[in-house]
């Protein structure tokens, strides 16, 4: 215990325990996640929640071990602790060849989806060849995929926006890169960009195999920011 005086009676200003606890003023250890912020000068220091800082938070990620038709996060991971949330995902396989990778967002968990608009700019790693496609139902991932392991598939990340947003349609961006079933050797390069057109809170975000096929193997994890 220290216990110091200043122009007042001495009392206890820290406490330290057989159990390492830290208690301000006496028996006062805050609670689980708190940490210990100044008051500034000729102020106490107190316990307060932690401030998100812009820390970038791993809520779940989901290994593909066996054919699924698509990864979900519903509301017990899309909720209101995070405003934006970042997918990313490694080594998607579609089962069938040339098939496309896109992402989905809902406002019930899932049961409707509200109108997406996507699009991306595409080129091919080793000929420069390149160019744009668009009105696209679903946020886009990864398109003309080679269905092979080996050949690294398609990996990268989807950015989803503003996502607790009730005045606003949220917004997404993303790059990926995609092994091309034309040409396995010749990989191509995405930039991408969507709009879910809902002012509703998000609360379900599915990553899918567009062509309704399966998704064979792979990793996608779900972050929060």
């Known amino acids: ?10 009392a206890e200003k820290f406490r ?3 159990d390492n606890e830290i208690g301000i003023a006496g028996a006062n250890y805050g609670t689980d996640g708190q940490v210990m912020t100044s008051g500034g000068a000729g102020a106490a220091c107190a316990w ?7 820390d970038l938070i791993r809520i779940l990620t989901t290994t593909i071990s066996s054919a699924v ?6 509301s017990t991971y899309i909720t209101s602790t995070y405003n934006n949330y970042l997918i990313i995902a490694t080594g998607m396989r579609p089962s069938n060849a040339a098939d496309e990778i896109g ?8 049961s409707n989806f509200a109108t997406h608009l996507g699009s991306w700019r595409w080129q091919a790693m080793t000929n420069g060849a390149h160019g744009v496609s668009g009105d696209y139902a679903y946020m886009p991932f990864g398109g003309d995929i080679y269905s092979v392991s080996g050949y690294g598939n ?9 996502a607790n947003s009730t005045s606003e349609m949220k ?26 057109a809902s002012t509703s809170a998000i609360n379900y975000i599915k990553v899918y195999n567009v062509n309704g096929n399966n998704i064979s193997a792979g990793e996608v994890s ?3 920011a």
């Open 103 to 110: 992402i989905l967002c809902s406002v019930d968990d899932g």
């Open 1 to 10: 215990v220290f216990a110091l005086g200043k122009s007042e009676t001495a």
């Open 69 to 74: 038709a698509a990864v979900v996060f519903n």
């Open 171 to 196: 917004m997404m961006m993303g790059k990926s890169i995609a092994s091309n079933n034309g040409s396995p050797y010749n990989p191509y390069a995405y930039d991408t960009a969507g709009r879910f």
């Open 154 to 162: 398609n990996s990268g990340y989807c950015w989803i926006l503003d």
């Open 16 to 18: 330290f325990t057989a």
């Open 48 to 54: 307060e929640d932690a401030a998100g800082g812009g």
């Open 222 to 224: 779900l972050y929060g």
